[in-house]
Structures are given as structure tokens and as C-alpha cells.
């Protein structure tokens, strides 16, 4: 299994500023993703996270928006720039480990973020 | 069409019942699946995976459909503490590509 943290946990926030998320492993993954959940939705997928290479966006999500860093495997940052309140949302660091046949998707915690 | 649909609920069932939720994805390519649980305020944790001969863990059954690309899990005898949202969860495709969530259907097991 995965033990995965998340800092902060949960923040409100001017719109207009910028927000970094941490997001910590207990152990050495290859596969790291961001994710949001809003209210009443379902998990939509941000980015994959890459270790020593830029990050891999989904339609919708851009670098200037959500930029990521990814040191090294254990750890990931996410950061929510020039918020407003559309970007009030659960954000949530995902991994995935296991043998290929047999991986298994891990969440953190989540952060939940509110913009007024 | 959505990618992954299901009924959102809420399913409102008495302690002891079974109860049946279904899911259907539109990427024929995907090829693993599961059923994650998520708790009011709580990240997704995986239940179990899915596979093409059915599997059962307990008082949960899940069952595949390829060909109709349809999946089930079946609760029996359900307890209070199986109240939670469950998703349902299939991958983009072959290989380590991103898992793509349903909304959830949510479920209330009443006393």
C-alpha cells in the first residue's frame, strides 16, 4: 500500500493569490496525478505528475493555471495560481503502485480549497 | 456521452438488504476496473477490482460485462457502515494510463 499526505489539508483563499499543495509518499512511486473533485462531481484527473520532466496536462488544465513540481518520487507540489472561486474544489494527490498486473490507485487525503 | 455513467442515487435501503448498483464506460480500450468507496469528506479507497469471471469479497460481488461494457456491484446484507459513495472506476486503456471516475452513486443503509 501507499501512505500518502497532503499540506494543507484544507484553506481559504483571496481570489487573485496562489495556493501550493504538498503532497508526500511514504515510499518511491513512478505514477503521481492531481486530481479535483467539486462539489457533486467526480474525480476529474489535472495532470501527471513526472519526476525530472514536465508535467503531463489534461484537456482543460494548463501550466500557467496548475504548474507542478516533481523533485523526486516520494514528493509533488501542486499550485493553484490566481484563484477564484470556480477553483473551490478538493484537490488530491493520487499514486499508483504494484507489479503491473496488479496496481492499485492510492489518494491522499485531499485539500480542500475554498476561494472567496 | 460521459465516459463512465452511473445512477448518482441516492439509494435509501434498510439494514440487511441487498442492493445492486450498475455502471456503464464507452471505452471499449479500457481494460482494468473497479469499485472505489468514498466517504463524506474522505479521499476514494479502493473496494475491489473487477474482473471479466465475476469476483466476490464477502458481502460484495462485482461482475463485468465487455461485450455490453457494463459493470455491477452487488451489496448483501447491508450494514450501517456501508453508507459511503461508490465509484465506479475504469482505466483509459492499455498500460499506466489515467483511471477515469463515474460520479458515484451514493448509498444510505437506514436502522
Known amino acids: 500500500s501507499a501512505v500518502i499526505s497532503q499540506k494543507p489539508s484544507r484553506d481559504i483563499c483571496q481570489r487573485g493569490t496562489s495556493l501550493t499543495i504538498q503532497c508526500q509518499v511514504d515510499?518511491?512511486?513512478?505514477?503521481m496525478f492531481w486530481y479535483r473533485q467539486q462539489p457533486g462531481q467526480s474525480l476529474t484527473l489535472i495532470a501527471t505528475?513526472?519526476?525530472?520532466?514536465?508535467?503531463?496536462?489534461e484537456s482543460g488544465f494548463v501550466i500557467d493555471k496548475f504548474p507542478i513540481s516533481r523533485p523526486n518520487l516520494t514528493f509533488s507540489t501542486l499550485t493553484v495560481s490566481n484563484m477564484s472561486p470556480e477553483d473551490s474544489s478538493i484537490y488530491l494527490c493520487?499514486?499508483?503502485?504494484?507489479?503491473?498486473?496488479?496496481?492499485?490507485?492510492?489518494f491522499g487525503p485531499g485539500t480542500r480549497l475554498t476561494v472567496l | 456521452r460521459k465516459e463512465v455513467e452511473q445512477d448518482p442515487g441516492p439509494f435509501n435501503v434498510p439494514e440487511g438488504a441487498t442492493v445492486a448498483f450498475n455502471c456503464t464506460y464507452s471505452?471499449?480500450?479500457?481494460?482494468?476496473f473497479f469499485w472505489y468507496r468514498q466517504d463524506c469528506r474522505k479521499e476514494p479507497k479502493l473496494l475491489m477490482s473487477v474482473y471479466s469471471s465475476g469476483n466476490e469479497d464477502g458481502r460484495f460481488t462485482a461482475q463485468l460485462n465487455r461485450a455490453s461494457q457494463y459493470i455491477s456491484l452487488l451489496i448483501r446484507d447491508s450494514k450501517l457502515s456501508d453508507s459511503a459513495t461508490y465509484l465506479c472506476v475504469v482505466n483509459g486503456g492499455p498500460g499506466n494510463t489515467p483511471l477515469v471516475f463515474g460520479k458515484g452513486t451514493r448509498l444510505s443503509v437506514i436502522a
Open positions: 515510499s518511491q512511486v513512478t505514477m
Open positions: 505528475a513526472n519526476q525530472g520532466s514536465e508535467a503531463t496536462y
Open positions: 471505452n471499449s480500450a479500457s481494460q482494468s
Open positions: 493520487s499514486v499508483v503502485k504494484g507489479t503491473g498486473t496488479t496496481d492499485t490507485q492510492y
